[in-house]
C-alpha cells in the first residue's frame, strides 16, 4: 500500500480509538525513504508549571516498503505505545522496556495484533519504485 500523510492520519485515527480510547492528541506526521527503522516517533518536552509536557510530537513511516494494512497498522501502533508513555510522561527502564513490552503484549493479547520490539526486514516487500539504499 502507498503510504502517504494521508494515509497515515487515518490510520492514527482508527488506531487511536481502538487501542487507546483516543487518549493521544494528534502528532505531526512525515514520510521518509529508508530500509531501517521501518518508522519512528519524535518528540519534545519541556517543563510547564513543574510537569513536563510535549510540545512536539511526530510520527514518521517509511515508504520504503509495500506494507500490507495489517504491516502498517502494527507499526503505527509500535509508534503510538512509544508516544503514549512519552504523553503520560512514564518512565521505563529502555527504548522497549518492561512498560512497552507489557502494553505490546496486551495489545497483541486482546487485538490479535503482532507488535514487536524490533523486525527483520525479510518479511517485508520493497515498493517497486522504491530507490536502492545500501
Not at 527503522?37 to 509495500?66: H, Q, R, W
Not at 502494553?103 to 490479535?112: D, M, P, Q, T, V
Request: aromatic share 14%; hydrophobic share 35%.
Amino acid at each position: 500500500m502507498e503510504v502517504t500523510e494521508k494515509v497515515l492520519e487515518k490510520k492514527f485515527d482508527e488506531c487511536n480509538k481502538i487501542y487507546f480510547n483516543n487518549g493521544l492528541p494528534y502528532p505531526f506526521f512525515s514520510i521518509f525513504c529508508k530500509k531501517k527503522p521501518f518508522a519512528k516517533f519524535t518528540y519534545l518536552k519541556k517543563k510547564k508549571n513543574g510537569e513536563n509536557v510535549l510540545v512536539y510530537k511526530k510520527i514518521s513511516v517509511s515508504n520504503y516498503y509495500d506494507f500490507t494494512e495489517e504491516q502498517l497498522r502494527d507499526i503505527i501502533v509500535h509508534e503510538m505505545i512509544h508516544y503514549f508513555i512519552a504523553y503520560n510522561d512514564i518512565k521505563d527502564n529502555k527504548e522497549h522496556g518492561k512498560i512497552f513490552l507489557s502494553i505490546a503484549e496486551r495489545l497483541n493479547s486482546e487485538f490479535g495484533l503482532n507488535i514487536e520490539k524490533t523486525r527483520s526486514t525479510s518479511s517485508y516487500l520493497r515498493k517497486e519504485n522504491a530507490p536502492t539504499i545500501n
